[in-house]
């Protein structure tokens, strides 16, 4: 990905997540709030779920985007919490093995190519009973005008916007990455194409 694309795509983010998050912003206060620990981000983009995490915690923000770095810092520095941003990809997190506490995707799932591998990864690098927290939008119900349209604008929705899907089913790969528990629900979020979401935890197993 050029330079230019990246530095417009943080530049673009900015703008996303003003009209996104206070959308979900209840949501993602149930789910981050009660975080301990080390907390790694996949995806973490401009920080914009800092201010939904308590001070307290040790925030590790992964994302392949280097222009977004400045955002996540400005963020972590207004909420006052430590910060540690590492320049990588979903699909080998930069982490050793069983190091955080907690593992947090909004938004990421639906623009990996691989969801298997990087939930293979989001396995490996959380400790016995961490807890991976998302929000991601998913796909509509067979049948609906909404996952027809989805189906429609995929092949180009994912060419303009950074790799996304409009019509993965998310919950099904979640639920068969191999948590020992994974609890969600569905809900609406008031967008074209992208408003079906899911939201919820999986648990990692206490013992492998």
């Known amino acids: 990905m050029r330079n230019w694309y990246r530095w417009l795509w943080a530049k673009a983010l ?3 997540d003003r009209k996104y998050t206070p959308k979900v912003a209840e949501r993602k206060r149930a789910l981050f709030g ?3 620990g080390e907390v790694l981000e996949i ?3 401009t920080g914009t779920n ?3 995490l308590p001070r307290e915690i040790h ?3 992964v994302d392949p985007n280097p222009f977004v770095e400045p955002y996540v810092r400005e963020a972590a520095r207004e909420q006052g919490i430590r910060v540690d941003f590492r320049q990588g990809t979903a699909e080998q997190i930069p982490a050793a093995d069983e190091s955080v506490d907690a593992v947090i995707s909004t938004l990421v799932l639906c623009c990996v190519k691989d969801p298997a591998v990087v939930l293979k990864e989001v396995l490996r690098v959380l400790k016995p009973s961490g807890r991976f927290c998302f929000i991601e939008h998913v796909a509509a119900p067979p049948g609906t005008s909404t996952r027809h349209r989805q189906d429609f604008v995929c092949p180009v929705w994912k060419r303009v916007a950074d790799g996304c899907h409009t019509n993965r089913n998310t919950w099904e ?4 990455a191999g948590f020992e528990s994974v609890h969600y629900d569905r ?4 967008l074209p194409i992208a408003g079906p979401h899911i939201a919820g935890f999986a648990i990692k197993a206490a013992v492998g």
């Open 14 to 16: 900015v703008r996303w």
């Open 34 to 36: 009660q975080l301990k």
């Open 43 to 45: 995806g973490a983009g």
């Open 50 to 52: 800092l201010p939904f």
């Open 59 to 61: 925030f590790v923000a």
């Open 173 to 176: 790969w979640i639920e068969s």
């Open 187 to 190: 809900f609406t979020v008031d």
